[in-house]
């Protein structure tokens, strides 16, 4: 994934920008859940910037993944996928969804051609049409549109897809894509950039992503987490680490706990004589050790904060803005 910011999530306009290019800005990626935003930042920054699952609410932060040319930069926002409010930690991802919007100097509304344009497609591009109101441009901001999964889908379902996505009445242009091969995904990327402002380098050309290290952690160990778990256990789940320590040049250390709600999940997620619990942490060290490039022993724990979703001060210790 390259060097990562270690701090906190960067302002808007990051500073200390170090240098000059022709084009720079930030896209914000918009959709439904589960139709591919995250594979899609991962295929265009080149890296592994944001879990991905079949699951719904599997992006619960915005995430900045960042591509760089030798004259551009391009920052993309994956965005929670847009949903009615239920609890606290959906609401907070609502506002972000709206909040970063609002602040984009573009945005990439990604559609499933497997499922078609829905009732939720057409909620969104009204939110995209009111951000543009919002933010005083008549015009609204720069509106692309990715038609994702052609490569699952058949040709007669990929044509159907992309006319929905022009009666959508948003967007300046349409490309079928699949992120999960690369197809189509090249002219994308220089579609969104050849859109962007003229401006600075806001990230250093190596780096990825600007979440930090504890949190782009435990995203991997709940990656696994959601892999292996159905129903209301995958929503109900947050992780976090309490602590990364390097043993030694080859060798680092990692505690981090699986907060859940009820004592039913826990079980759920500890298994028959600790099965579960040891098929998530052997695939997220394996992970995890790729990330870092060194070896890694982990070791995790569940324990259970009874309705974590509704406590604000718990939102506020896990980041989930």
């Known amino acids: 994934m390259g060097q990562l910011a270690a701090g906190a999530t960067p302002a808007r306009r990051p500073p200390g920008a170090t240098a000059q290019v022709t084009r720079s800005g930030f896209i914000a990626l918009a959709g439904r859940p589960n139709v591919g935003k995250s594979t899609l930042a991962n295929t265009i920054v080149g890296a592994k910037v ?14 900045r993944g960042v591509a760089s040319g030798p004259d551009w930069q391009l920052v993309l926002v994956d965005l929670p996928g847009v949903q009615r409010p239920r609890d606290a930690l959906t609401e907070r991802m ?20 497997r499922q078609g344009v829905g009732p939720g497609d057409r909620f969104i ?12 441009d008549t ?14 889908t058949p040709p007669a ?21 699949s992120a999960r091969t690369g197809a189509g995904v ?23 992503s600007d979440q930090k290290t504890s949190v782009r952690l435990a995203e991997l160990v709940r990656e696994q987490v959601l892999a292996r778990t159905r129903e209301e256990v995958p929503h109900a789940v947050e992780v976090e680490v309490q602590e990364i320590r390097r043993r030694r040049d080859d060798l680092v250390a990692i505690e981090a ?12 997620l500890i298994g028959a004589q600790g099965r579960m619990i040891k098929s998530i942490g052997t695939a997220a060290r394996r992970a995890i050790e790729r990330e870092l490039g060194a070896r890694v022993h982990l070791e995790l724990s569940v324990r259970v904060r009874r309705h974590w ?3 604000e001060r718990v939102l506020d210790r896990l980041g989930i803005e």
């Open 50 to 63: 944001a879990i991905v699952s079949d699951k719904p609410q599997t992006t619960r932060r915005a995430i």
């Open 157 to 177: 379902r990929v044509a159907a897809a992309l006319a929905d996505a022009e009666e959508l009445g948003v967007g300046d242009e349409i490309f079928p894509v």
């Open 186 to 208: 090249g002219g994308l990327t220089d579609h969104l950039v050849a859109r962007l402002p003229a401006g600075p380098a806001y990230f250093e050309p190596a780096q990825r």
């Open 125 to 136: 591009a009204g939110l995209l049409r009111g951000a543009g109101a919002a933010s005083g």
């Open 257 to 268: 706990v699986l907060l859940t709600e009820t004592d039913s999940q826990k079980g759920i």
């Open 309 to 311: 979703r509704a406590d």
């Open 94 to 113: 609502q506002q972000r969804v709206q909040s970063e919007l609002a602040d984009a100097d573009g945005c990439l509304l990604v559609v499933n051609a």
């Open 139 to 152: 015009g609204g901001i720069p509106i692309t549109i990715a038609v994702n999964k052609v490569d699952r």
